[in-house]
């Protein structure tokens, strides 16, 4: 069975700091993943996603993420935030099912 | 352009009231899907579909129903055997369903409160 964990219920960061969201999955053997921002009221919109190859994926908006297989992990990262980051972000993982697996998601709040 | 269009925006639905929400696709995907998505609990799967006149359940399809009689639009039947329908619910599409790689395209959703 496939699962995924957003350890962080909301974070928030001043504009111009670094981020790191947090998204531990669970699968045996090397999952796909995903990281989806939702703007409050809209759909989501994907970010990035992981399937093979460098384990350094970059994205669209300044995002990228890190899969570490290690750590069964694929934390979403920026270097410097904007206010208009401020959104939900989810990370999602397929594996044993052709259906992702969603997080509960990582609230962004960004102070100016 | 494409996209996935839901409508409406909000919608309220009485007791005892079916109501349908609406969503449509220009993007000739094949797979579509129904999420509910309450806060804090991330998105829940009620309804899937892998092609035309064929769909299966979710993990929460009771109280719900769809058909998918056009490749283009999957309407999703919210019954009054829903007891808790508040939520903010999504439709999202994909090229194809069985493909591990595949995005799913989402659109903006439908807001639905009970008076």
């Known amino acids: 069975a496939q699962s995924v964990t957003q350890p962080d219920i909301h974070i928030t960061v001043s504009e111009g700091a670094s981020l790191e969201l947090r998204c531990n999955y669970s699968?045996?053997?090397?999952?796909?993943l995903f990281w989806y921002v939702q703007s409050p009221g809209q759909g989501l919109q994907l970010l990035l996603k992981?399937?093979?190859?460098?384990?350094l994926v970059q994205g669209i908006k300044g995002f990228e993420a890190e899969f570490k297989r290690s750590q069964s992990s694929f934390n979403l990262r920026k270097p410097s935030v904007h206010w208009s980051d401020a959104a939900e972000y989810f990370c999602?993982?397929?594996?044993?099912?052709?259906?992702?697996?969603f997080g509960r998601g990582t609230s962004l709040i960004v102070h100016p | 352009d494409g996209g996935i269009t839901q409508s409406p925006k909000y919608l309220f639905r009485k007791e005892g009231q079916n109501v349908t929400l609406s969503c449509e696709q220009n993007?000739?995907?094949?797979?579509m899907y129904w999420y509910r998505q309450d806060p804090g609990q991330g998105l829940r799967l009620i309804y899937y579909?892998?092609?035309?006149?064929?769909?299966q359940k979710g993990d929460i399809a009771e109280g719900y129903s769809v058909s998918r009689e056009k490749k283009e639009s999957f309407p999703l039947t919210v019954t009054s055997a829903q007891k808790n329908p508040t939520a903010f619910y999504l439709c999202?599409?994909?090229?194809?369903?069985?493909?591990?790689?595949?995005?799913?395209?989402f659109g903006p959703g439908t807001r639905l409160l009970v008076l």
């Open positions: 999202a599409s994909s090229v194809l369903w069985d493909s591990l790689q595949e995005t799913q395209y």
């Open positions: 993007l000739n995907h094949d797979a």
């Open positions: 999602a993982v397929r594996g044993g099912s052709y259906i992702p697996t």
């Open positions: 992981y399937f093979s190859g460098d384990t």
């Open positions: 699968y045996g053997a090397t999952p796909y």
């Open positions: 579909s892998q092609i035309v006149n064929d769909f």
